[in-house]
C-alpha cells in the first residue's frame, strides 16, 4: 500500500487552510498556492502534491454539491411525507456501502490490517443503516396503524372525528 500524502499527515488546523485555500483558487494556481502554504505554514508541500490531493478534493465537493442539489430538487418536485425518500437514501447508502466492501475484497496489496480495519468500519456503517431503516419502517407502521384507527372511528360515526379531520390527517400524513 503507498504511503500516505503529505498533506494527510498535516495537522487538522493545516488541512483545513489547504482546503480554504485550493477552494478560493478554484483548484488551479498550484504554484502559488505551494508559496502561499510554505509563508503561512511553514510547510513545504509540492505543486503535484497540491494537484492530486486538489482533485480528490474537488471531486469529494463535487459529488457533494450533486447529491445536495438532486435532493434539493427532488424535494421541490415531490413532497415527501411518508418519508419514502429516506428510504430511498438509506437503500442508496447500503448500496454504496457494498459496492465499496467489494472493491475493498478486490484491491490487490493492501495492507491486510487495514483492510481489516476498513472491513469493520464498514461493517459498522451497514449496521447503522440497517437500524436506520428499521427505524423508518417501524415509524410508517406506527403512522399506517394511528390512520386506520381513525378511519375506523370515522365509519362508526365518531363524534371525535369527522370527514374533514379524517382528510386533514389523510392529507398531513401522505401529502
Do not use: C
Not at 6 to 23: C, F, G, M, N, T
Request: charge should be neutral; hydrophobic fraction near 40%.
Amino acid at each position: 500500500m503507498p504511503p500516505r500524502d503529505k498533506i494527510s499527515q498535516l495537522p487538522h488546523e493545516v488541512r483545513a487552510a489547504i482546503d480554504r485555500l485550493l477552494i478560493a483558487s478554484g483548484f488551479s494556481g498550484y504554484e502559488d498556492l505551494e508559496k502561499i502554504v510554505l509563508d503561512a505554514h511553514g510547510v513545504t508541500i509540492g505543486k503535484s502534491t497540491l494537484n492530486r490531493y486538489g482533485q480528490r478534493l474537488q471531486r469529494r465537493l463535487d459529488t457533494i454539491r450533486a447529491s445536495t442539489e438532486a435532493a434539493r430538487a427532488i424535494a421541490e418536485a415531490a413532497p415527501d411525507e411518508a418519508d419514502h425518500r429516506s428510504a430511498a437514501v438509506i437503500s442508496l447508502v447500503q448500496s454504496s456501502l457494498f459496492e465499496a466492501m467489494l472493491a475493498l475484497e478486490e484491491a490487490e496489496g493492501a495492507d491486510p490490517t487495514e483492510r481489516v480495519k476498513l472491513l469493520a468500519n464498514a461493517g459498522r456503517a451497514i449496521a447503522e443503516t440497517s437500524r436506520a431503516s428499521q427505524g423508518q419502517k417501524k415509524w410508517a407502521q406506527e403512522q399506517k396503524a394511528k390512520l386506520d384507527t381513525l378511519e375506523a372511528e370515522a365509519g362508526r360515526g365518531s363524534k371525535r372525528l369527522d370527514a374533514d379531520t379524517l382528510k386533514a390527517v389523510r392529507e398531513a400524513l401522505y401529502g
